[in-house]
């Protein structure tokens, strides 16, 4: 199985400030790789797909770089919605992975 | 607008039996391979099974769950058997798309697993 570790665990940051999520893959993922939002009592909610493809909705402030092994997901200027949890998914095959999740709270 | 209903979600003694069902609106079911994501109390997300040309299970449950479609019904199941406690969580039904994401999610069922 295809193992994915997320750094940092935790982060606090301010609003306004710029965030990078790096997620890293066990081995090559090529660019299938996904990330997700996820706030307290609440469903995840896709953010970026094919590693820096943004869903449509997303703000343009969320984007995501990489391919192979090593992937990130900057929020270039968080706004209060932004605190949540982020996950990222490895998707080129079965099983299908998640990331262990990096907690944003409010610096 | 794009809803997934989830329900069938309950307490069940171990060893016990439980369907959850999930039913899609608002986009062609058809089109897309549809899982089940779950998330165990103050854990992560860990992917259970997906349906689509063919049928895909994590290791921790194969055997036990079957994961199963109804497309006249627009609905999603998964027949759980052989409970155990690490089963406990909240189920997702989610829509995977050839993108290979999960672009849709439903709000969840929760399943708890105690004697």
């Known amino acids: 199985d295809i193992q994915m570790t997320q750094s940092p665990s935790s982060v606090s940051a301010s609003v306004g400030d710029r965030v990078t999520i790096t997620c890293r893959a066990s081995q090559g993922i090529s660019s299938w790789l996904a990330w997700y939002q996820q706030k307290p009592g609440k469903a995840p909610k896709l953010l970026i797909y094919a590693a820096s493809s943004l869903q449509s909705g997303v703000p343009s402030r969320f984007s995501g770089s990489g391919s192979g092994t090593d992937f990130t997901l900057t929020i270039s200027s968080l706004q209060p919605e932004d605190f949540a949890t982020y996950y990222c998914q490895q998707a080129i095959s079965f099983p299908i992975t998640f990331g262990q999740g990096t907690r944003l709270e409010i610096k | 607008e794009v809803q997934l209903l989830e329900s069938g979600g309950g307490l069940v003694q171990p060893g016990g039996s439980l369907r959850l069902s999930c039913v899609a609106s608002?986009?062609?079911?058809?089109?897309?391979?549809m899982s089940w994501v779950r998330q165990a109390p103050g854990k992560g997300l860990e992917w259970v099974s997906t349906?689509?040309?063919?049928?895909y299970y994590a290791d921790s449950v194969k055997g036990r769950f079957t994961i199963s479609r109804d497309n006249s019904k627009n609905t999603l199941y998964l027949q759980m058997s052989s409970l155990r406690a690490e089963d406990a969580a909240v189920y997702y039904c989610?829509?995977?798309?050839?993108?290979?994401?999960?672009?849709?999610w439903g709000q969840g069922t929760l399943v708890t697993v105690s004697s």
């Open positions: 989610a829509a995977y798309s050839s993108r290979r994401s999960f672009d849709h």
């Open positions: 349906i689509g040309v063919g049928t």
């Open positions: 608002g986009f062609t079911f058809s089109n897309y391979a």
